[in-house]
T-cell receptor, first 113, second 114 residues
Framework: DVKVTQSSRYLVKRTGEKVFLECVQD?????MFWYRQDPGLGLRLIYF???????EKGDIPEGYSVSREKKERFSLILESASTNQTSMYLC????????????FGAGTRLSVL | DQQVKQNSPSLSVQEGRISILNCDYT??????FLWYKKYPAEGPTFLIS?????DKNEDGRFTVFLNKSAKHLSLHIVPSQPGDSAVYFC?????????????FGKGTKLSVIP
């Protein structure tokens, strides 16, 4: 079974703090993704990565950056957290085969106060 | 510009009846379609998929139908069970050409009433 692990289930941070969300997958997948989910807005892609040290902007990259130094790990960084970044953050990985099926972590509920 | 649309934010169905969740898409390049199920405070889990070369795919109680001419797909759950209560996301992708992204709809919240 594919396992995608997000380091925290719940996080509470202050406005202006630098926030790191970590994601690790154990299936040697090339592709990794960060989404945020908000009520009524569905899943919106923030950033994705096709390979180590590669990154591509998704639909809503503003205010975020990412890091992929190792194949199994993909980090999402909020350089200066703001209240409008309060959301559920979801990490996913895929091999690129099987119709691009993505496997998701359990999510991190981030509250920025 | 939404390329994948789920026009019903919510749906309520009696236990044992059929649930039908609908999804429309606008991009004719999409050739693979997926459904995900999401419980609160959990990540989405892959449920079922269909390639554009087929018009139906069945897996147990779940069947996905694809109508390419109408750019419409639907997920049928028969019989519906209370444990099926969740948010269902439709997603679409373009296979090959170096694209690995999924485009998601906004989701439909299904409530199965005992």
């Amino acid at each position: 079974d594919v396992k995608v692990t997000q380091s925290s289930r719940y996080l509470v941070k202050r406005t202006g703090e630098k926030v790191f969300l970590e994601c690790v997958q154990d299936m040697d997948h090339e592709n990794m993704f960060w989404y945020r989910q908000d009520p009524g807005l569905g899943l919106r892609l923030i950033y994705f990565s096709y390979d180590v040290k590669m990154k591509e902007k998704g639909d809503i990259p503003e205010g975020y950056s990412v890091s992929r130094e190792k194949k199994e790990r993909f980090s999402l960084i909020l350089e200066s957290a703001s209240t409008n970044q309060t959301s559920m953050y979801l990490c996913a990985s895929s091999s690129g085969g099987s119709g691009n099926i993505q496997y998701f972590g359990a999510g991190t509920r981030l509250s920025v106060l | 510009d939404q390329q994948v649309k789920q026009n019903s934010p919510s749906l309520s169905v009696q236990e044992g009846r059929i649930s039908i969740l609908n999804c429309d898409y606008t991009n004719s390049m999409f050739d693979y379609f997926l459904w995900y199920k999401k419980y609160p405070a959990e990540g989405p889990t892959f449920l079922i998929s269909i390639s554009s070369i087929k018009d139906k795919n069945e897996d147990g109680r779940f069947t996905v139908f694809l109508n390419k001419s109408a750019k419409h797909l639907s997920l049928h759950i028969v019989p519906s069970q209370p444990g099926d209560s969740a948010v269902y996301f439709c997603a679409a992708s373009v296979i090959g050409a170096g694209s690995y992204q999924l485009t998601f709809g906004k989701g439909t919240k299904l409530s199965v009433i005992p």
